[in-house]
């Protein structure tokens, strides 16, 4: 049991040091770049915490953030990217409505990616997505991925304000 909380940890930690990261690109194809790779360590840190729907739909987003990343992200790949988050995150949700913030959080990002190439809008996602994963987090008892999340919130408000101060 505490080996797999330990390994969880540093998955998530891998992860969130990733999508941090991430937050600090001007534009949507060097976020989606840098964003290919944190759901990867998001999938194992899940595992090994035992939350299966969220394995699954970072499996998915895997995926997904690799078109966003080459530009072939359609309104029909995002339609069917939801479709798989919904459908696999319930079959092999082991979790009840907790199971249900993952698909919440990657649905919406989805729709984000699709709607916007604008990096701000993305970071908005994104606020949006940590808050919903901190959800799932504290649920499943992954203190380390919750304190991650808020500072990833914090870090990426900070570039909203930063990035809407140059912009103007």
């Known amino acids: 049991m505490i080996y797999n909380f330990t390994l969880g940890t540093i998955c998530s930690l891998l992860c969130a040091i990733l999508i941090a990261w991430s937050t600090f690109s001007k534009n949507k194809k060097d976020m989606a770049k840098i964003q290919i790779f944190n759901p990867i360590f998001g999938a194992l ?3 090994f915490l035992c939350s299966y729907s969220a394995v699954v739909t970072n499996v998915v987003n895997v995926i ?20 798989f988050y919904i459908l696999f995150g319930i079959a092999f949700n082991t979790r009840g409505w907790i199971g249900i913030f993952p698909i919440l959080a990657s649905s919406s990002y989805a729709i984000f990616c699709l709607k916007s190439n604008n990096g701000q809008i993305l970071r908005y996602g994104l606020v949006l997505n940590q808050i919903l994963w901190l959800f799932h987090d504290i649920f499943v008892r992954a203190y380390p991925s919750m304190i991650v999340e808020v500072l990833i919130s914090i870090i990426t408000i900070y570039n909203i304000i930063k990035y809407s101060k140059g912009n103007k």
């Open 45 to 47: 840190s899940n595992f």
């Open 64 to 83: 997904r953030n690799y078109l966003t990343y080459k530009e072939k992200i359609t309104k029909k790949s995002t339609i069917l990217f939801i479709a």
